[in-house]
């Protein structure tokens, strides 16, 4: 695919991983600018060489590598991808006002801070009580993001407006692993009685060209989700296992 | 104060706290570019009204109010500070090409999840040995950073090159926490044998007419340190005692 893409994107090869909520960032990132790259699925118990090189500091997928020269971090890949490409087909990701743009890196900021932090005990917590306090934590965040996305979108489709932005991008990529939740600890954190801005929101998010695909679906998740405990060595926790049969 | 700046600088307030290396960013950022600013010193027992409605998520310094609009978020202060204000006195804080500022943010990044995150115990550890083993690892981190400034600057004064970059201003923010380290768990990580070259950079970087006078001494630091840790019900550990006298 190198080397034929249009809108300027040649030389762009995505290291990255099916699962990963920042990869997913950055795969979305690249096809709202309407660009080519080679997608390269690592292996996290055998990590390549080229990730090793790439990314020396935090060996960690997602790497885009451009003419040779990688990019570290999901929020720093999409902005990079968004300072690159301006001039490519779909709309900027980061509005223009320099405010605007502070208030965009404010909730996609408070994205990784807040909601990935307070989810992760949901994928790896040791005891089923760990993981149900979590998704309850989950929603909580997430409250905070419906009145978010009700000053940022000012009545428009999306965080960012009309058009997709970075917030929508950031945390459009955790989409696959909140709907997960609910068959992984009974707890459903994506729910239209508590949030549901969010809910319309995610659901105009994943059915755009440039998401279709990359949201991972739900029983392929609690399959990877249960592969990566028994590596970590953790105990498979029920309820996953009840609402799977 | 407010009204009179030079730059394009009118309605500028920051809401601080003199000890907080995330407040001393926004400062030396306003500084680079000459702007006014009034400033207005928190209470973190009594929180003003002011900042509980500007930052209501956080509820934390820094802030900068704009003309009457909160920015919250120390990297995302010094961001806003460039992006709003490109025509004013000083060089820009991040570089105009994409690649130099994704390796800007890349560093900057890197500064708040390893270096800050693994400064922390030595500020409210619970014994002298996760102290001392903190302070072991940030002389590792900044051994990291060691070889990005050499990577960065390539020969020249700051990570930034010629002027004051994000790394700079965002590490810079750092220095005096850095120096207090070994009055308060008795190792030295500011260290001219392990980061030579980090620690010529911290001598050019605090001589600068923007930083002087906002890196608090060490005594300060140390004093504050103390009152903080009683306030948190936390022991007064040993070595900082032995060293003040």
């Known amino acids: 695919m190198e080397g034929d ?20 960032r950055a795969r979305i990132a690249l096809n709202l600018k309407g660009l080519t790259y080679v997608y390269t699925e690592e292996n996290l118990s055998d990590k390549s060489e080229l990730l090793l090189k790439s990314n020396p500091v935090h060996k960690k997928v997602p790497v885009l590598i451009h003419d040779g ?12 991808i968004d300072e690159a490409f301006p001039n490519v087909a779909g709309a900027p990701i980061l509005p223009s006002d320099p405010y605007d743009r502070a208030v965009a890196r404010f909730w996609a900021s408070y994205v990784d801070d807040k909601l990935y932090r307070t989810w992760v005990p949901i994928f790896r917590g040791r005891t089923a009580e760990e993981r149900v306090q979590a998704a309850t934590q989950v929603v909580a965040v997430l409250q905070t993001l419906e009145q978010a996305f009700k000053k940022c979108s000012k009545g428009k489709p999306f965080f960012g407006g009309d058009s997709v932005g970075l917030v929508d991008v950031v945390l459009g990529g ?72």
Chains 1, 2 share one sequence.
Do not use: M
Request: neutral net charge; aromatic residues 8%.
């Open 5 to 24: 893409a249009p809108g300027g994107g040649e030389g762009l090869t995505l290291l990255g991983l099916w699962a990963s909520l920042f990869v997913i």
């Open 69 to 80: 020269k990688p990019v570290c971090e999901s929020q720093i890949i999409v902005q990079y």
């Open 174 to 245: 955790h989409l696959g692993w909140l709907y997960a939740t609910e068959a992984i600890c009974g707890v459903k954190v994506v729910d239209a009685t508590k949030t549901p801005l969010l809910v319309a929101w995610a659901q105009r998010f994943c059915a755009l060209d440039a998401v279709k695909g990359l949201i991972p679906d739900v029983d392929r998740l609690v399959e990877y989700n249960k592969t990566r405990r028994a590596g970590l060595g953790l105990p498979l926790l029920l309820p996953y296992v009840e609402l799977q049969q």
